[in-house]
């Protein structure tokens, strides 16, 4: 991992993995908060995976907990595909 910005969470087998964030916002449309971030791992074409997650608060803690609205993971999945044009902007400009 570069070491950008890590952060650990708790998968469902209660085991702690350290990932890379790669960003945090909010959509006031849902009244939510959203991480995307990567665990730097590769699809079988080279390109990062990334994961995507919806953050709830219960009894004082924070739980990252899995997208089920349809208009929400479409807009969650709109916003990745602008984060990926503007890296690739920034890149071509760079060269």
Known sequence: ?????????IDGKNNLVEVELICAFE??????????Y????????????IYSGKITVKDDKKYLTAIDDEKEWNRIKEIMREMAKYSLEVDNNDK
């Open 27 to 36: 959509i006031s449309e849902f009244n939510s908060k959203y991480i995307i």
């Open 38 to 49: 990567t665990k730097n791992e590769r699809d079988r074409e080279g390109n990062a995976i």
């Open 1 to 9: 991992m570069r070491g950008d910005k890590l952060i650990t969470l």
